[in-house]
Each structure stands twice: as structure tokens, then as C-alpha cells.
Nanobody, 118 residues
């Protein structure tokens, strides 16, 4: 059974920092491309950051220079370090794992709430 379990969300003031974690089980973590997405109320889910199995990363323009995605294959965990948080970063953040070879395997976590407010 595949599980992606996010943690680390919460309430933070503008300018503050949070670190999200996503612990994966039931998959061969090191071969999966991992991503963080977010969905704000009334908006579509959007990509925040993604890191490939080889360690290459890319970011949404809105978070470049403020967020950092990383992975620890020994711990089957992907992280999202979020600095200089803004109220517009408020959303539910979801972890995603994708592996494409012949068929695509695509898994999602349950999400963790991040609220940026004074």
C-alpha cells in the first residue's frame, strides 16, 4: 500500500518560515520524481516545486528564491523549505510521487494546511 504522509504545516506570520516533510512508503522512493503542489480556496491546484529522481529541481515563478525542495532517499522523504512566506502562500500543500515507465504511477498525499497571516 502506497502512502505519502505530509507534515510540518501550520500558522506562520508573513516573513516567517516553515519546513514541510513528506514521508513515502510502499514505493521505491529513489526512482520517483517528487513534487509539492498547493491549492488555495477557490483556485486550481498548482505546482510549487518538483525534484527528479536524479536530483534536478524546478520551481514555480512565484516561489523561486524563497522555497527549496530537497530529498533524502535514505529516509524516503522529500522536503519543502519555505522562507519569506507571504499571505498568498496560504493553501493546502500536497505531496506527489510520479514514476513513468511503460505505465505511469501517480500518488498523492492527503495534504497539509499552511496559513500565512498576522
Amino acid at each position: 500500500q502506497v502512502q505519502l504522509v505530509e507534515s510540518g504545516g501550520g500558522l506562520v506570520q508573513p516573513g516567517g518560515s516553515l519546513r514541510l516533510s513528506c514521508a513515502a512508503s510502499g514505493i521505491i522512493f529513489r526512482i520517483y520524481n517528487m513534487g509539492w503542489y498547493r491549492q488555495a480556496p477557490g483556485k486550481q491546484r498548482e505546482l510549487v516545486a518538483r525534484i527528479t529522481s536524479g536530483g534536478s529541481s524546478n520551481y514555480a515563478d512565484s516561489v523561486k528564491g524563497r522555497f527549496t525542495i530537497s530529498r533524502d532517499n535514505a529516509k524516503n522523504t522529500v522536503y519543502l523549505q519555505m522562507d519569506s512566506l507571504k499571505p498568498e502562500d496560504t493553501a493546502v500543500y500536497y505531496c506527489n510521487a510520479v514514476y513513468s515507465f511503460v505505465a505511469t504511477r501517480d500518488y498523492w498525499g492527503q495534504g497539509t494546511q499552511v496559513t500565512v497571516s498576522s
